[in-house]
């Protein structure tokens, strides 16, 4: 490995004797309702339940229409909405709550039909328009948050996004990237390398850029690697000891990770099968995953804005006969991150997906467009993160593949993959 260029900062003094800080999470208890509002929040949509007899939307969900007691059915609805009325609350006995007050509420008249409940951003008033976000909370619970907007002109997505970072509310909903220490476990690929670039630019304090080896001589003349802020350093996932040490050598407290390790190979299970690259597709995707989770999911917990993203192949949600052991792994990988997420809601650490078609590097050279650039890839996954949006499709494949599979599950796992 190259002498790192970019020392790392010295930790911060710490008080051995001080009583570590808390971090609760917003009350979980929910209805199977709410707990389907949030799947559906997690894929960034705004939805509501609506009347299948008299098209009625209503709000909270609920069992029946409140109106012709028809069957409610899940419809995206228009975000646009206007405030009735306000209100800040001051005092709470809710341990969550109760370190973040002052709390900005709000009655809102949506477009779509129901007057909600919902938070606030700072300065809005009575008869304000607003754009209307449905979250997740840091306890995987789904919340409407309303967002200042012109009528005439309703913000673009990354618009919001960069809206509810600088709210000291809004960025209890979302992974701030501006100041955080970032570790992202494979900066050897294109897409790892891409995605450091990308979070220097974005104010990142400092981008561990993870170098898996052997180490080329290019890595000493990485343009990426030499930036400002970027630190890199070995880090191969499929060994406990080079993690480990990896961890230790993070100058201060790490608040995101994220994990682009893969080992892509072609080959089925009998028909041109290779069970050594089989096996190191499971180590590298799946145990390399559970490895990294292990290692870190203890320091993420401790941040206020702790987050674990992975980057992963939409190859994860059914076989491929062309990508046999790739698609094991992906899929292994995937239940990984499931289990993880549940393991973490009680810590208010963010577990993300972003998933991706074939990728234009190397690992795909065989395959024809449409790929998803590397830039591309990066970006959508600073999206995710300031979203606060738990699964992301990048790609027409991604997302086609997405649809298909919501759609009928068995249907998809029988038909021919991309």
């Not at 002498?3 to 009350?27: E, F, K, S």
């Not at 209805?31 to 949509?45: F, L, N, W, Y």
């Not at 062309?322 to 698609?327: S, W």
Request: contains cysteine; charged residues 20%; hydrophobic residues 45%.
């Amino acid at each position: 490995m190259t002498t790192p260029r970019n020392p790392l900062p010295p930790p911060a003094a710490r008080d051995p004797l001080a009583r570590p800080q808390l971090h609760p999470v917003p009350p979980r208890t929910r209805s199977r309702a709410m707990r389907a509002m949030a799947a559906r929040a997690a894929q960034g949509r705004f939805v509501l339940q609506a009347c299948t007899v008299c098209g009625t939307a209503t709000y909270p969900p609920r069992d029946a229409c409140p109106r012709c007691w028809g069957t409610l059915a899940w419809h995206d609805q228009p975000t646009g909405g206007r405030v009735l009325a306000n209100t800040v609350i001051r005092v709470s006995t809710d341990p969550y709550f109760r370190d973040r007050l002052p709390w900005h509420m709000g009655s809102i008249l949506l477009d779509a039909g129901p007057v909600v409940f919902a938070h606030l951003a700072r300065g809005l008033e009575p008869g304000a328009r607003v754009t209307m976000r449905l979250m997740l909370d840091r306890g995987g619970n789904a919340a409407l948050f309303a967002l200042p907007s012109d009528a005439a002109h309703p913000p673009q997505p990354e618009q919001g996004a960069t809206s509810m970072s600088a709210d000291p509310q809004g960025r209890t909903f979302v992974v701030p990237v501006a100041g955080a220490t970032v570790l992202v476990s494979d900066a050897r690929q294109p897409v790892g390398r891409a995605l450091v670039g990308a979070l220097a630019a974005a104010g990142a304090r400092l981008v561990v850029a993870g170098l898996p080896g052997p180490a080329p001589m290019r890595d000493a003349h990485d343009p990426v690697l030499g930036l400002p802020g970027v630190q890199p350093l070995p880090l191969d996932v499929t060994d406990p000891v080079s993690v480990a040490e990896t961890i230790s050598r993070i100058g201060g407290p790490l608040d995101i990770v994220i994990n682009t390790a893969r080992h892509v190979r072609a080959g089925g299970v009998s028909h041109d099968g290779n069970l050594l690259g089989h096996h190191r597709a499971l180590e590298v995707s799946a145990m390399g995953l559970a490895r990294l989770a292990q290692a870190t999911a203890p320091i993420l917990a401790g941040r206020p804005s702790g987050a674990f993203l992975d980057v992963l192949s939409v190859k994860a949600l059914a076989g491929d006969a062309g990508h046999a052991g790739f698609a094991a792994a992906e899929a292994a990988r995937l239940s990984l991150l499931q289990s993880f997420r549940h393991e973490m809601r009680s810590t208010g650490v963010r577990v993300l997906e972003v998933f991706t078609g074939p990728t234009d590097d190397a690992d795909h050279q065989a395959l024809p467009p449409p790929k998803v650039a590397p830039a591309r890839l990066a970006a959508a996954v600073l999206d995710a993160l300031a979203q606060g949006r738990e699964q992301t499709c990048v790609g027409e494949v991604a997302r086609e593949a997405m649809r298909r599979w919501l759609d009928d599950p068995a249907l998809f796992a029988r038909e021919p993959q991309p």
